[in-house]
């Protein structure tokens, strides 16, 4: 947040930069991504853009100011996904280049902004171009500049007589976001004569579908620590208690546990809360005989979880209300059980819904329960929650959630189970294992502080 803007001036000493750094995850529990990884990620990218520019623009402060703040909250900065993931960084109003040449290595070009000890002795330090840029990212220092030209070099390079951009095979690489290509600057770029536009966006998504060691390990963690806050939850919850208490119990052992910020607003919907999918009001007070939806994650060092559990809120659940549970961690179970390198997720979906309909009985009334299962069985997580994928076909490295769902609106019940998992040479890993999901061990959870 700007808070210079709030009227206030410094009338300190000035001129003077402060210590410390804003760089790379600096402070998190989750550390800097490793210099090695990063580079992996840029040559990789290089590599399949084979000849051109690409060039990116990481995220910027929201406004919190007059007439149109966005109400930016604690900590709000989030650095853009494709920025971080290629640079490691945290910095605001930045650009990256990346200039991939026919034969050869290709040339990665940091702009950054340069340090003003003012804003520092308000907002603390930034990184700027220099010697630990370069150390953080692995980008030669000669190639870290300042934004104060960043346009008009960018431009030049993109639409000058040189550009790579323009040879025969080569193209200007942007992504296609709304905010990004209809920005006036890169529209400029677009419409030069001779450049050739082409989409990095789905490069990047075709890269970040596989997670690399680095990954696996933030997203194992946040996993990890998602499965904590859902125990923490469970036992906050007995009857009486308000959803947001058990909201509340969950995220402070995320935030406990080294989490910067949710994954995506919990949801914690008691009774028929539960069968609205992102119901995320959170204002109920749950009765004794309610099932209770708690579709709550952490995001740790930028990779979200995605974690889902169904309780009763008095610890026990009705016969009823059992059955229809263990008939939705059956088909969760045989999907899970089929995860393996070679299968697609599309095949998964089908295998949950077969066995949703198979082992209905009359547990639905006239209608098998695939009926009331009205959404997808899976997507990857990542970065976003939804992480952007190119493939249907399961890989070694891709991480992925498995939530098969029956919501029965009438009897004001909603039963969801939401794992994450990773897929192995050998099979899969269930990262967010550590939260309970047998019937019987949520009852030994529930109300059992
Ligand atoms: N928490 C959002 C989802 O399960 O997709
Ligand atoms: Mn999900
Ligand atoms: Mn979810």
Known sequence: MKMLKLALVWAGTLGQLLPGRLA?????????????????????????????VAVLRSASERSGDPPDPDYPQDSDFRQDNDFFYLT??????SWLV?????????????????????????????????????????????????????????????????????????????????????SEFIRSIILAPFVQAADLQVILWSLRQVKDENEIWRLRRAAEISAQGHLAAMRATKPGVWEYEVEAAAEGTFRRLGAERVAYPSIVGTGGNGTVLHYDKNRAKAESGELMVM???????????????????????????????DLVLGAQQVAIDSTRPGVRMRDLDGIARRYLH???????????????????????????????????????????TIEPGVYLPDEKTGIRIEDDILVTPEGHEVLSAGAPRRAEDVEKAVGKP
């Open 24 to 52: 790379a995850q600096d402070g998190s529990p989750a550390a800097a991504v490793p210099v090695e990884r990063l580079r992996a990620r840029r040559e990789a990218l290089l590599k399949k853009m084979r000849i051109g």
């Open 98 to 182: 990346l200039v991939a040449k026919e034969s050869g290595p290709g040339q990665v070009i940091l702009y950054l902004p340069p340090r003003d000890p003012v804003q520092e002795r308000w907002t603390g330090a930034q990184l700027g171009p220099g010697v630990l840029a370069a150390q953080e990212t692995g980008i030669p220092e000669a190639d870290i500049r300042s934004t104060e030209k960043a346009e008009a070099e960018i431009r030049d390079r993109v639409t000058g007589q040189q550009s790579l951009a323009a040879v025969p095979g080569g193209a200007f690489y942007f992504k296609h976001s709304k905010k990004n290509s209809e």
């Open 88 to 93: 490691g960084l945290e910095t605001p109003d």
């Open 295 to 325: 579709d709550m994650a952490a995001e740790f060092g930028y990779y979200a979880a995605d974690v889902t559990r169904t309780i009763p809120v008095s610890g026990h659940f009705t016969p009823h209300q059992r059955a229809l549970y």
């Open 358 to 400: 198979d082992h209905s009985g009359d547990l639905c009334g006239k209608q098998t329960c695939d009926t009331f299962f009205i959404h997808g069985l899976s997507h990857h997580i990542g970065m976003d929650v939804h992480d952007p994928a190119v493939s249907d076909l399961l890989e070694p490295g891709m991480v992925f």
